[in-house]
């Protein structure tokens, strides 16, 4: 049978490549985005997907999307996100709430429409879209890496208290991927050359490697992995010591 799936952020960056991805497989994809012309746009593009528009951070429009969607998702990608740059000591309480609001909040309430959904249907998958900066904090990146390891621990709730359902709820972290809302940062040859010497692997990710691992994670010999966060990030997370060598 069809699987479907309902994809957060769907229209742009690495959530347009993750739907992509999916309906080259056979997936039935919703892409769900705030802005929904770009949302149908990217629908438009692949076969059988639908354009859904909403804001993820408002739960009466995320069930009227997935109404819209017209069938129970088999997978959600919680996908949608957001950064605010400055110090701590600079932001506002306002760029503070909004980036937990997006990515943390709005994970929570797709992934409660999601499961209320799955459950009478034997169960389903989520996936959230973490960081490495919910390991490893990058100075000026204001809330979001605590609103990345909130939604790492927000998933590996929903894997504890659904899995006896039949739900499983994982994590992707992608590291420094040349795309979506990084594109800008990548774009001066200096940063990439800086950034990709440091990746074990020799090279930014690729937001195709990003929906490669959503499709791992969904296959059939993927099904007793739950509550896991996949790191995406060619080695970098754990290069300290080769990057700061002794001499
Ligand atoms: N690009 C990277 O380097 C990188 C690295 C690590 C993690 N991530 C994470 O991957 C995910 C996708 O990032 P991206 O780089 O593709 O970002 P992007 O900015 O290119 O795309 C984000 C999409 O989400 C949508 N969106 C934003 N707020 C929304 C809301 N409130 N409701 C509905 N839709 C909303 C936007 O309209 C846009 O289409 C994010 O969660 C991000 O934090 C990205």
Do not use: W
Not at 197 to 218: E, I, N, S
């Amino acid at each position: 049978m069809t699987r479907q799936a309902i994809v957060t952020g769907g229209a742009a960056g690495i959530g347009a490549e993750i739907c992509a991805a999916l309906a080259a497989a056979g997936y039935r994809v919703g892409v769900l985005d705030r802005d929904g012309d770009a949302a149908r746009a990217t629908a438009a593009r692949l076969p059988g997907a639908v354009g859904l528009t909403a804001d993820v951070t408002d739960a009466a429009q995320v069930t009227a999307a997935f109404d819209s969607f017209g069938a129970t998702p088999d997978l959600l990608v919680a996908n949608a996100g957001i950064v605010r740059f400055g110090l701590l000591a600079d932001q506002t309480p306002e760029d503070f709430r909004k980036v937990i609001e997006v990515n943390l909040v709005g994970a929570f309430i797709t992934a409660r429409e999601a499961v209320r959904r799955m459950l009478p249907n034997g169960g389903g998958h989520l996936i959230g879209l973490t960081s490495i900066n919910a390991y490893g904090p990058g100075p000026g990146a204001g809330a979001y890496p605590a609103a990345k390891s909130g939604l790492l621990q927000l998933m590996r709730q929903f894997a504890v208290e659904y899995g006896g359902q039949g739900v499983r709820a994982n994590t992707i972290a992608p590291g420094f991927i040349d795309g979506g809302m990084s594109a800008p940062i990548y774009a001066d040859p200096k940063v990439r050359a800086i950034r990709s010497g440091g990746v074990p692997l020799g090279r930014l990710g690729t937001p195709a490697d990003v929906a490669a691992a959503v499709l791992f994670l969904d296959s059939p010999g993927a099904g007793y992995i739950t509550g896991q966060d996949l790191v995406v990030d060619g080695g970098v997370t754990h290069a300290v010591l080769r990057n700061l060598p002794r001499e």
